[in-house]
């Protein structure tokens, strides 16, 4: 994978990551320039309508790899291993492998799995980390890391993480001063995600930080649209200018 990932953190250059599930949003985030694209197992809320990232399936993850590779072109694609592809070391394998073959260049496991991440690394896959607030097997949506003794885990697991190999981590929903105790720490880069400042860069949702579903607000989230408003204000005129037979005019009509 073409990807400097402990040069820009050396060099104090932030990490920008966003999340993508198809071809044309990738293409976009692609010609935007962003360092990483993420197709992240959020697609279960976003794309498919799910609570959580519970039911995505290896499948699910592979449709939508396959599309956003496609338009990808210069950026790094990771693919983000669904919940239950990595039970054992063998599904970790088989299924990164098809991730590969997907066309992402390396793929983010949640939570420290030492021997699962050891495999991927041993053949030569980019593993990107996850840690703090884990979906897949979170009970509730919460901040990760308050209590001391949570807090010395998410560290310890961020060190082994970096000893073992992995590019770079992502850190959800935790302390700020956590993460920057952890960003301090480890030589690889930390890519926050409510997880305040001091990360070396930031990933958000694309859907999200567009303003599509206006009722997911969590604290970290800013929005940086409103497709929202600017889609429904569209939909609107196309709605009223059919309706009144001022669409389609003459210079939208073949003669
Ligand atoms: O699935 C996802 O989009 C993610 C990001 C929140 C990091 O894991």
Not at 103 to 114: F, L, M, R
Not at 125 to 139: K, R
């Amino acid at each position: 994978m073409k990807f400097d990932a402990v040069g820009m953190k050396n060099r104090h250059e932030k990490i920008i990551m966003l999340t993508a599930y198809d071809f044309q949003m990738a293409k976009i985030l692609d010609e935007a320039g962003i360092d990483l694209i993420l197709v992240g197992d959020s697609l279960g809320m976003v794309m498919q309508g799910f609570m959580d990232t519970k039911s995505v399936t290896i499948e699910d993850m592979l449709y939508h790899t396959k599309a956003v590779s496609r338009g990808a072109k210069n950026t790094p694609v990771i693919g983000d291993m669904p919940i239950n592809s990595y039970r054992t070391v063998e599904d970790a394998l088989n299924n990164a492998k098809l991730f590969l073959e997907a066309g992402a260049d390396g793929v983010k496991i949640e939570g420290n799995k030492p021997e699962q991440i050891n495999a991927l690394l041993d053949h030569g896959i980019p593993v990107m980390g996850h840690l703090g607030l884990l979906p897949q097997t979170a009970g509730s949506y919460r901040v990760k890391g308050k209590k001391p003794e949570e807090a010395q885990k998410i560290l310890k697991d961020a060190l082994d993480l970096d000893q073992r190999g992995v590019f770079s981590m992502v850190l959800e929903c935790i302390p700020e001063s956590l993460a920057k105790k952890i960003t301090e720490t480890v030589k690889i880069p930390t890519i926050g995600i409510g997880a305040g400042k001091y990360c070396n860069g930031q990933v958000l949702v694309i859907n999200d930080m567009l303003g599509f579903d206006l009722s997911f607000a969590p604290r970290y989230l800013k929005r940086y649209a409103n497709l929202n408003k600017i889609i429904k204000d569209a939909v609107a005129r196309f709605k009223e200018e059919v309706s009144e037979g001022t669409y389609p005019d003459k210079e939208h009509t073949y003669h």
